[in-house]
């Protein structure tokens, strides 16, 4: 079982090497690394080259910048193995990271995608845990209630799903979100409770204003897009949770108009005091 690993990188001359030597470092040694270099101008391809000597590195360098999800797709449709799987030039893996994904395939025939924990580090000092996801099997419904399965750090699956699949979609944002929820809604999913990925963030609190409110947009559409099969699966209950956790992320943008029209979606959706006070809330703050 031969694994395709595509490593995106822009400008991080600096930080790679943390990633591929993670690649390197596998106990389990089947696999090819794709890195797509997505016209990098500070000589990334001549550094990596002179660093790392290993066969298995495949370079492409994009004559222009296409970002990422386009890069990834790009990725995909260069990969050769059986299993295809990504790592950020920033995050690292755990030595077994590879050895599990294929035990757990080898263990599981009807299994298509696989999924482990994901440890976040920040600013290289703090390790937190933040949600995941335990979901296994045909999980798609279940996986509306919340948007989310895995981050694709820790997410692997067989590239015949690809062929299915075919593209990426261009215009979400939350490219981890969406590729899992479109595996989910044809393939089977098995979970690995175990700790393989690391995440490492830095914690720019100048920036934290602007993150917030892309980060509302950026749920908000990821919702649009699923909304009619979220409408299907879900309960009143789940889609007013759906609205209300929409309003508190616009609220914590202090996009109040915004934080306003989802909360009252939620209420009418599923009304509770909690969606009421929240709503008392927004219209002190406007």
Same mark, same amino acid.
Not at 54 to 70: A, C, E, P, S, T
């Given at each position: 079982?031969? $694994?395709?690993?595509?490593?995106?990188? $822009?400008?991080?001359?600096?930080?790679?090497?943390?990633?591929?030597?993670? /690649?390197?470092?596998?106990?389990?040694?089947?696999?090819?690394?794709?890195?797509?270099?997505?016209?990098?101008?500070?000589?990334?391809?001549?550094?990596?080259?002179?660093?790392?000597? =290993?066969?298995?590195?495949?370079?492409?360098?994009?004559?222009?910048?296409?970002?990422?999800?386009?890069?990834?797709?790009?990725?995909?449709?260069?990969?050769?193995?059986?299993?295809? !799987?990504?790592? =950020? =030039?920033?995050?690292?893996?755990?030595?077994?990271?590879?050895?599990?994904?294929? *035990?757990?395939?080898?263990?599981?025939?009807? @299994?298509?995608?696989?999924?482990?924990?994901?440890?976040?580090? @920040?600013?290289? %000092?703090?390790?937190?845990?933040?949600?995941?996801?335990?979901?296994?099997?045909? !999980?798609?419904?279940?996986?509306? %209630?919340?948007?989310? /399965?895995?981050?694709?750090?820790?997410?692997?699956?067989?590239?015949? !799903?690809?062929?299915?699949?075919?593209?990426? =979609?261009?215009?979400?944002?939350?490219?981890?979100?969406?590729?899992?929820?479109?595996?989910? %809604?044809?393939? *089977?999913?098995?979970?690995?409770? #175990?700790?393989?990925?690391?995440?490492?963030?830095?914690?720019?609190?100048?920036?934290?204003?602007?993150?917030?409110?892309?980060?509302? #947009?950026?749920? *908000?559409?990821?919702?649009?897009?699923?909304?009619?099969? @979220?409408? /299907?699966? !879900?309960?009143?209950?789940?889609?007013?949770?759906?609205?209300?956790?929409?309003?508190? %992320?616009?609220?914590?943008?202090?996009?109040?108009?915004?934080?306003?029209?989802? @909360?009252? *979606?939620?209420?009418?959706?599923?009304?509770?005091?909690?969606?009421?006070?929240?709503? /008392?809330?927004?219209?002190?703050?406007?």
């Amino acid at each position: 079982m031969k $694994f395709s690993i595509i490593v995106k990188t $822009f400008n991080r001359k600096k930080i790679i090497l943390r990633s591929l030597r993670s /690649i390197l470092n596998q106990t389990y040694q089947n696999y090819e690394v794709l890195i797509i270099d997505d016209h990098s101008s500070d000589n990334t391809k001549e550094y990596v080259h002179d660093k790392i000597k =290993d066969k298995r590195i495949k370079y492409f360098y994009l004559k222009k910048n296409i970002g990422h999800v386009k890069a990834s797709e790009y990725g995909l449709n260069k990969s050769t193995g059986d299993i295809v !799987c990504f790592l =950020d =030039d920033d995050d690292s893996w755990d030595k077994k990271f590879l050895y599990y994904h294929f *035990k757990a395939y080898s263990k599981n025939s009807d @299994i298509q995608c696989v999924y482990n924990n994901t440890i976040t580090l @920040i600013n290289n %000092k703090k390790k937190v845990k933040p949600y995941y996801s335990s979901l296994e099997g045909n !999980c798609y419904g279940a996986a509306l %209630k919340k948007l989310f /399965i895995s981050s694709q750090i820790a997410l692997s699956f067989k590239r015949s !799903c690809w062929k299915k699949l075919k593209k990426l =979609d261009h215009k979400i944002t939350r490219e981890d979100d969406d590729l899992c929820l479109r595996l989910s %809604k044809f393939y *089977k999913f098995k979970h690995i409770d #175990k700790d393989l990925s690391l995440a490492y963030l830095e914690n720019n609190r100048n920036q934290v204003t602007s993150n917030a409110l892309n980060h509302a #947009k950026q749920y *908000k559409q990821l919702f649009n897009k699923y909304k009619k099969d @979220i409408y /299907i699966h !879900c309960s009143s209950k789940e889609i007013a949770n759906h609205y209300y956790l929409i309003s508190k %992320k616009f609220y914590l943008a202090s996009s109040f108009k915004a934080a306003k029209k989802n @909360i009252i *979606k939620s209420i009418k959706k599923y009304p509770n005091i909690k969606n009421l006070l929240v709503l /008392i809330l927004i219209l002190f703050r406007m």
